[in-house]
């Protein structure tokens, strides 16, 4: 009679059990986090100094951001990703991005053992054959996979080894339902938002990150694009080395720089003045890099990466930009290539009707809760789909009641816009860090311009930045 292992036992309890641990986890911190606004602002509406209800705020923030940090820090995972995007100059509390900004890569990194395991059961041998280094230490942990140096038998040039964290999926999917449903109640009372159909979509698209195959298709594509499409690419996209991907693991070169988030530490390292011309110049031309590449991806091809978060954005060599993580991309049916087209030749044009003509063929669905409502509706374009806030609006606040959010609610968003709108928020958010504030509409013109009419939904006589794309690209830059 075999003896009872009571540690297999208690494990196997502990591994079903975890998911329902982690709702409840999550409940119970976000119900703390939500009623503790409801309290504050009851509390706020009775004093009448503004100065006074500003270091309250102020206060109350403080304290979230601690508890949001906490919670996002303990459950991991998802409420990594969450941190990523809520933790933004331009659409968080300051108190919030301090507090959240030191969260990014943050995510336990699976032991050597583990990831020795998982390589050579996915590959076919033994790393000791495979490899002739392979360092046990990651180069960073994320919320799915980690990544580690090491070079092939045989070969001069490093590679990067990308490995998923075992089990992570099923922890990830749970999270993502509660977030659903935290988001539906929400949608019903504060924010005026169709927050649901957001959290469906970024459900499928990390659904999508756990197959490698997929993102080294995606990688090969948006590469293949990039340079076939310029003299010289605006952005690096790491090489693949296609014998060596399965769902779980993925090999690539190794590209050498730093992380966008080390710039200024790097500018001082070198004796460059931070606030000087040549940091500048250099800050310009990684904004511009990127937002050009991103651009011909979404606008030209439709095809284009989604996550362009600082984690995934290494500065090289001569200011050169290296985009990595390709698990989330998202391919824009044409309808909504060329309708976000419209909509991007609008706020670059300031045209209020224009926009309001490109929301209904988007499918983005609205009810007017104010007097002005062209001038709301323009002004929320321009705070949800251009990296240049509003005159007036230094920061997103969907609480406020003068909020565009608040006065225009947006009843229906399609999903699949998400990606676009989240890829413009965090191009916003690197602007903001860089010191750099500029329309990524303006920018994007020619681009859209010429996607239209290739589509046939304009003239040749129409266009109006035929010739004159350098000089645009040049006045869509101003330092603050």
């Given amino acids: 009679m075999s003896s009872f292992n009571f540690k297999e036992f208690q494990d196997k309890?502990?591994?079903?059990?975890?998911?329902?641990?982690?709702?409840?986890?999550?409940?119970?911190?976000?119900a703390e986090i939500y009623a503790g606004y409801k309290a504050f602002q009851v509390r706020v509406s009775f004093v009448k100094d503004v100065q006074k209800q500003d270091a309250m705020w102020e206060r109350q923030h403080e304290l979230a951001a601690e508890k949001i940090y906490a919670m996002c820090s303990d459950l991991g995972g998802f409420f990594l990703k969450v941190a990523q995007v809520v933790g933004k100059p331009d659409l968080a509390p300051a108190a919030w991005v301090r507090r959240l900004v030191t969260l990014c890569d943050r995510a336990p990194a699976t032991p050597y053992d583990t990831v020795q395991l998982v390589v050579e059961n996915e590959l076919g041998r033994s790393v000791s054959e495979m490899f002739e280094t392979f360092d046990p230490d990651p180069l960073g942990s994320a919320s799915i996979a980690q990544v580690h140096r090491a070079r092939l038998k045989g070969d001069k040039d490093d590679v990067v080894v990308k490995v998923q964290?075992?089990?992570?999926?099923?922890?990830?999917?749970t999270d993502i339902r509660n977030l659903q449903a935290f988001a539906l109640y929400m949608q019903k009372t504060d924010i005026k938002f169709d927050l649901f159909s957001i959290t469906k979509e970024m459900e499928k698209q990390i659904g999508f990150e756990f197959d490698f195959a997929r993102?080294?298709?995606?990688?090969?594509?948006?590469?293949?694009?990039?340079?076939?499409?310029?003299?010289?690419?605006?952005?690096?996209?790491?090489?693949?080395l296609p014998d060596m991907v399965t769902r779980k693991v993925l090999l690539m070169e190794y590209i050498d720089g730093i992380p966008i988030l080390n710039l200024g530490d790097e500018i001082a390292k070198r004796g460059i003045n931070p606030g000087g011309k040549i940091a500048a110049t250099a800050k310009q031309n990684i904004l511009k890099s990127l937002t050009l590449a991103y651009g011909q991806m979404i606008l030209k091809s439709g095809f284009f990466h989604a996550d362009p978060h600082p984690g995934n954005i290494l500065i090289c060599k001569g200011s050169e930009v290296a985009l990595l993580d390709y698990g989330q991309v998202k391919d824009l049916p044409d309808n909504l290539r060329l309708g976000y087209a419209r909509l991007v030749l609008a706020i670059a044009d300031n045209d209020p009707i224009g926009a309001a003509e490109s929301y209904r063929e988007l499918?983005?669905?609205?009810?007017?809760?104010?007097e002005d409502e062209q001038k709301e509706m323009f002004k929320l374009a321009q705070t949800m789909f251009d990296t240049k806030l509003p005159p007036g609006v230094v920061m997103l606040q969907p609480f406020s009641e003068d909020s565009s959010i608040k006065k225009i609610a947006v009843r229906a968003f399609p999903e699949e816009l998400f990606s676009v709108l989240r890829t413009v928020h965090l191009l916003r958010g690197l602007s903001v860090g860089l010191g750099i504030n500029y329309s990524c509409a303006e920018q994007w013109r020619p681009i859209a311009e010429e996607a239209l009419y290739l589509a046939g939904r304009i003239k040749d006589k129409d266009r109006k930045t035929k010739g004159r794309r350098r000089h645009l690209l040049r006045r869509s830059f101003h330092r603050e």
């Fill in 363 to 370: 499918g983005i669905e609205t009810l007017s809760k104010c």
């Fill in 215 to 240: 993102e080294a298709d995606a990688m090969e594509r948006i590469r293949h694009f990039l340079y076939k499409n310029n003299t010289k690419s605006p952005v690096l996209v790491p090489r693949l």
């Fill in 165 to 173: 964290h075992p089990g992570v999926r099923d922890l990830m999917m």
């Fill in 13 to 30: 309890l502990s591994y079903h059990f975890r998911p329902w641990q982690r709702s409840f986890q999550f409940w119970v911190r976000a």
